[in-house]
């Protein structure tokens, strides 16, 4: 039996923006969380260096995983082992390691809806079975310790993401402290999918690992390092599936790439270049904040973190992916619809991502200010 998996339908809209732009249209890509900036400046240097004199193989670099264990200790106050560190092609693949270690086939593992396509998709793929939790602007579009504890029976697993994709949504820390104490007293294994870290327009997003020791946590250079082409990341385990980790990298994966592995433990010390890049999708943000009432939307999550936009658009249809299409080949400007990031309600929402520069926002607010004001009036009695 071949598991059956949903397609991800930000990919073919970003495959019809690339069509059009190699004709000669002008696309302006908002449809997937990557980084429009590259890797920092001394991280591109390392690697130049890293061609030029190391014929490189199957390496773990014991140095990034104490800089990342270091990471954790200056960041969160927790103490991590580097032992417990496995570097991994990215956070799919750290997903995946996770999701394996702990879990047999038939697992229920519960996830926030709406939330990252991958989660849901990779369960399934691993014979898992996704236990989806609606949540809507009254949970702040985030799971809650009390919709845990309504589960009944208790879920084997949970996956939450804080900044969250699509809708950038933090959990405060009170609440992932009663999100572990459930889960604790309910024996449910928690995934912390924290890639966003980084990437706060508020207080700085915690990490799980300072309320549940035994959590387990994935993370990657692709977002707040700018370094998605890189495909780097890494997952931080519990001491006791650390064996049962290593075999699975062993004979899954091996070892991530050695260039990316070397131009990450740079990117650690290059805080104010990234940190610039975070200024730029505050003021990008911004603008697409105040631009909201001129585009008519009225009801979008909190973008607390990440660089998203998820919005409602129920009062201009009830086919999100089909408006996606229209507004790319109207506008240019691509976007993602939200029926990837939630099977039931995601028909009328939509997600613009902000990890762009600047002028490209202002440019992508221009051109959709007449064309959604349009759609209003096809749509007015």
């Not at 061609?51 to 390496?59: H, I, K, N, V």
């Not at 580097?82 to 991994?88: A, K, Q, S």
Request: charged content about 20%; some cysteine.
């Amino acid at each position: 039996m071949i598991a059956s998996i949903d397609p991800f339908h930000a990919i073919a809209i970003s495959r019809e923006a690339h069509r059009l732009e190699a004709a000669g249209r002008s696309i302006l890509h908002m449809e997937f969380g990557q980084p429009s900036t590259g890797a920092p400046a001394a991280s591109i240097a390392v690697a130049h260096h890293v061609l030029d004199t190391d014929p490189m193989g199957y390496w773990e670099s014991q140095p990034l995983k104490d800089r990342i264990a270091r990471h954790y200790r200056d960041r969160h106050g927790v103490t991590i082992d580097p032992e417990r560190i496995f570097l991994t092609c990215g956070a799919s693949p750290g997903l995946v390691l996770a999701l394996t270690s702990l879990f047999a086939p038939g697992a229920r593992v519960a996830t926030a809806r709406p939330g990252y396509v991958a989660y849901r998709n990779t369960l399934k793929a691993l014979y898992l079975e996704p236990l989806e939790i609606p949540c809507g602007p009254a949970e702040r579009y985030q799971i809650s310790a009390d919709a845990l504890s309504a589960l009944d029976p208790a879920p084997d697993g949970l996956i939450l993401a804080s900044p969250a994709n699509p809708t950038g949504t933090i959990i405060p820390a009170d609440e992932l402290a009663r999100i572990a104490a459930t889960c604790a007293a309910r024996g449910i294994a928690i995934i912390s999918d924290e890639i966003y870290h980084g990437l706060s327009f508020g207080d700085p997003a915690r990490s799980m690992l300072e309320f549940a020791p035994d959590a387990i946590v994935v993370n990657s250079f692709s977002k707040y390092f700018s370094m998605a082409g890189w495909r780097l990341g890494w997952i931080v385990v519990p001491p006791v599936l650390i064996d049962a980790a290593r075999a699975r990298m062993g004979n899954l994966f091996l070892t991530p790439p050695v260039l990316a592995q070397q131009a990450g433990l740079q990117a650690f010390e290059e805080s104010a270049e990234l940190d610039g890049h975070v200024a730029t999708y505050r003021r990008n943000r911004q603008l697409l904040l105040d631009a909201l009432p001129a585009l008519g939307l009225a009801s979008i999550a909190p973008p607390d973190g990440a660089f998203y936009l998820y919005a409602d658009i129920s009062h201009l249809t009830d086919d999100s992916l089909a408006f996606c299409h229209r507004l790319l080949q109207d506008t240019g400007v691509a976007t993602a619809p939200g029926i990837d990031f939630d099977p039931v309600e995601g028909h009328h929402f939509i997600r613009f991502s902000f990890a762009v520069s600047t002028d490209r926002v202002e440019d992508a607010i221009a051109r959709m200010v007449p064309w959604f004001q349009a759609q209003r009036n096809d749509k007015a009695p």
